[in-house]
């Protein structure tokens, strides 16, 4: 029985490797947002009830639970299934079901068109790439919060604390 389990888990920790590396090469790894960070950028954002609000690579659902507090219908799209299972809790923890939601997937593929907020902490080697697919989805007027990497071309309406806020012209 208990080469059986051990059997099993060599695939289960390739999985779970995978699915890490991955994520680093599409996107960034896990690093999580200070309480300072996400004021901030809230406050860039200037976040009313009723804006619909997207989080990509929403690792541990902080931030998504945290536009849902200011009002937003937030979504969170996150690679890694851990960190989609532990927002998932918050969030039904903090009774945020109606307005929070966090679903296992790969934002690339999605179209981000429906979203007048976006926030986005990636590695610096995929931010030409987000800059691209937001210019090309994003309505007039959406705003955009970038943490610590800035976008390559874009010229940010505002900045603070390694936050750039953008904003899709028209």
């Not at 299934?81 to 079901?97: C, E, M, T």
């Not at 790439?129 to 955009?144: F, G, Q, S």
Request: proline residues 5%; aromatic residues 10%; charged residues 20%.
């Amino acid at each position: 029985m208990i080469l059986i389990a051990q059997l099993l888990l060599i695939p289960v920790l390739i999985a779970i490797i995978g699915i890490l590396v991955y994520a680093m090469v599409r996107g960034a790894p896990y690093a999580p947002l200070g309480k300072q960070k996400i004021a901030t950028m809230l406050s860039l954002l200037n976040v009313k009830s009723g804006d619909k609000a997207v989080d990509l690579g929403s690792g541990d659902g902080r931030f998504v639970i945290e536009l849902a507090k200011k009002g937003a219908i937030a979504y969170g799209y996150e690679i890694n299934p851990l960190l989609v299972l532990i927002a998932k809790w918050k969030i039904k923890k903090l009774g945020f079901q109606k307005n929070a939601r966090i679903f296992w997937c790969d934002f690339w593929g999605k179209n981000l068109s429906s979203f007048n907020i976006v926030t986005v902490y990636l590695a610096p080697h995929s931010m030409k790439k987000v800059e691209a697919k937001l210019r090309r989805e994003l309505k007039p007027n959406a705003r955009v919060a970038v943490n610590h990497f800035p976008f390559p071309t874009w010229k940010p309406k505002k900045t603070a604390e390694k936050i750039y806020l953008y904003q899709q012209e028209k």
